[in-house]
C-alpha cells in the first residue's frame, strides 16, 4: 500500500507540470419521470435502450425509504456499475421537483459503455419525499458536514445493498460517482470501504457554495478541508476530483484547498481542473450535454493513471 501511495503522489507531482495530463487542466476535445408502483413493488420501463427501472427501498438506521432509479444495458451481465448521486439545489422547492434527479440521459452514458446505473434519490429530496434533507449540514453558522456525510452515506450503504442482491451485477466491479453535493456524499461513503468498491468520481465535488451570496467562496470551507483530511486515510480506493475553473459555486482556491486536504492526508487522488465552462454557472460539466467530452477525456486519464480495469 505504501508504494502505491508513493506512486501517486509521484503521478501527481509530476502532472501538475505537464499539460494534458492527470492534475492539470486541458483544452476540450475538438418522457418519462417513471414513479415507483406506490405498493413497494418495482415499477420496470423501457426507456430507450436503458432498461429502466424504479424501486423504493428502505434505508436501514432510519424509519424512511427512498426511490432508486435503475438503468442496465442489454444482455445478461455480470455488469460492472455505478452509484450515481445527485446534487443539491439552492431552494427547498428545487429538491423537492420530481424528475429532476433522474438524470436519464447522464445514466445512458454509462449504459452505453456496459455499466448498470442506480440513481438514489436522497432523503428529502424529489420522489423519495421526507420532511428534511437527510443529509442536512444545519446552515453556515453552525456547519456539520460530518453529519450531512453520514445521512448520505446511509443513503448511499443502501443502494449499494439493494444493487448488490442484483443478479446481474458484478461485486468487485463498481464506483460511487456523484455530482456536487453527490460528489462529496460519494468520498465521504467511500471511507466506510463498502467491499468491491473500486474508485470515487467527484464531480464539482461539495458543500456550502452560493453563487448569488458568495461567488466562488462556499462556505465553511475550512471545515470541509479538516473533514477531508480526517477521512483521508479510511479511502481505500482512488478519487477523481473534477472541477470548471470557473466554478462559482466552488472557486479554484477552495478547489485545490480541498483536494489538498485529502491528498496531503495520503488519499489517493487525482485533480482535474477544465478550463472556464460557459453553461450551468460553470458548475455543471458532468450533467451539461456539452460537458460530455470534458469528463468523459477525465474519467479515460485517471482510469489509465490508476490502470483500472474496467470499460471505458
Partial sequence: MR?????????????????????KTWPPPAKVGSH???????DKRESGNLRESVDRIPVPGTDATIVVWTFRPQGDGPFPWIVLSHGTA?????????????HAELAGQWVRRGYAVFVPARRGYGESGGDRLGDDY??????DFTRAGEGAALDL??????????????????????????????IYTAS?????????????????????????????????????????????????FFYAENDEYIGPPTQKLWFDSFHRANGRSHLVVVPPFPQARGHGVFTSAAGVPLWTDAVRRFFAAEKIAMPF
Avoid at 3 to 19: D, E, F, G, R, W
Avoid at 90 to 102: F, H, K, Q, S, V
Avoid at 163 to 182: F, K, T, Y
Fill in 138 to 143: 444545519g446552515g453556515c453558522g453552525k456547519a
Fill in 192 to 240: 466506510k470501504r463498502p467491499k468491491g468498491l473500486v474508485a470515487v468520481l467527484a464531480f464539482s465535488s461539495g458543500r456550502g457554495g452560493d453563487p448569488d451570496k458568495r461567488p466562488g467562496a462556499p462556505c465553511a470551507a475550512d471545515r470541509l478541508a479538516q473533514l477531508y483530511e480526517s477521512i483521508a486515510p479510511k479511502v481505500a480506493v482512488p478519487v477523481l
Fill in 90 to 102: 439552492p431552494d427547498r422547492e428545487a429538491n423537492r421537483r420530481p424528475g429532476r434527479l433522474r
Fill in 157 to 186: 450503504l443502501a443502494t449499494v445493498d439493494f444493487a448488490m442482491r442484483q443478479r446481474d451485477i458484478d461485486p468487485a466491479r463498481w464506483m460511487l460517482v456523484g455530482q456536487s453535493a453527490g460528489g462529496f456524499a460519494s
Fill in 36 to 42: 415507483d408502483s406506490g405498493n413497494g413493488k418495482p
Fill in 3 to 23: 508504494h502505491v501511495l508513493i506512486a501517486a503522489c509521484v503521478a501527481i507531482a509530476s502532472v501538475l507540470s505537464a499539460p494534458n495530463a492527470i492534475g
